[in-house]
């Protein structure tokens, strides 16, 4: 705890070797004080471990504190590891790119995700990659990496993933491409465009949520478009408050368990009307 204040490159080291092989109290304290330390000498003792600790565990322990520390020196050597380092850095290397990560590297990002295979890290990049997006000032530009690497993929996997991308951003101009994939016939792909839908930010997509759980032939999506629907309703406070009461009540006739009842009766309060 001391090191945090008093520390210097010198505890690097030491520090990381704690962060990575103590547990409980320890290792927390040993993060903060890694975390916390100040200093550009700190920074290139930790890039320094990233590039050449001595075990699997160390490195990752380092490539956490680029991006607890925000080290922007230490973003393309993060990138690096998502493209070609081992399983047990990729993960932890793409949870630190979320502090450093710009819009400049989204086309970056989303060449990286479309080339991973495991479904953690897909899911974490896509995060990611939203995020970055969503520091673009113009909103009608944050989809515009995704839609055009969506005009010149072809594989299914990747095409999915591109579109939770598009869910997660919120870009209404993204709406189309979904609603094309939802009638796409691929069994991914349409799956990929559910979810798509369901993850989308605003009530945008409502009609589309609601379309999906009148008549999805897969229980979950319908279950998945239910709790969006109730969601994107609740996400227009100052809207008539009957309109509102009578989505929510078409939420409830579709309703087949408790979770989805108990999602619609927690909403009537915000709209009040006989």
């Known amino acids: 705890r001391q090191l945090e204040a008093s520390g210097d490159a010198s505890a690097v080291r030491l520090l990381v070797e704690r962060a990575a092989r103590s547990r409980g109290a320890e290792q927390l304290a040993a993060r903060t004080s890694l975390w916390g330390m100040k200093g550009a000498d700190v920074d290139q ?38 493209r070609t380092g081992p399983a047990a850095l990729r993960l932890e290397a793409v949870r630190g790119l979320k502090g450093l ?9 989303l060449e ?17 990659a939203a995020g970055a997006a969503l520091t673009i ?14 005009a010149k993929t072809t594989d299914v996997k990747a095409r999915g993933s591109l579109l939770r991308v598009l869910g997660q951003i919120g870009d209404e101009r993204g709406l189309p491409l979904i609603r094309r994939a939802l009638s796409a016939g691929s069994s991914g792909l349409i799956d990929a465009a559910v979810r798509a839908v369901c993850d ?7 009609d589309d949520a609601l379309a ?14 239910l709790q969006a629907f109730v969601r994107m309703v609740g996400l227009e406070p100052y809207r008539n408050p009957a309109a509102a009461t ?28 006989p």
């Not at 990560?101 to 990002?109: C, I, K, R, Y």
């Open 45 to 82: 003792a930790v890039l320094a471990l990233v590039a050449s600790a001595p075990d699997e565990a160390v490195r990752a322990a380092a490539v956490r504190a680029v991006g607890e520390r925000s080290i922007a020196a230490g973003k393309s050597a993060l990138l690096g590891l998502v």
């Open 101 to 109: 990560a710009g819009p400049a590297d989204l086309p970056a990002l």
């Open 112 to 128: 990286l995700m479309v080339g991973l295979e495991d479904e953690a890290e897909v899911e974490e990049m896509r995060s990611l």
């Open 137 to 150: 000032a113009r909103p009608g530009a944050r989809a515009d990496a995704v839609e055009s690497m969506l």
């Open 200 to 206: 989308w930010p605003t009530a945008a997509a409502k």
């Open 212 to 225: 999906i759980a009148r008549t999805s032939p897969d229980p979950v999506h319908r279950i998945l478009a």
């Open 246 to 273: 009578a989505d929510l009540a078409t939420a409830l006739g579709l309703a087949t368990r408790t979770e989805e009842k108990k999602l619609v009766l927690g909403l009537l309060p915000r709209f009040a009307c």
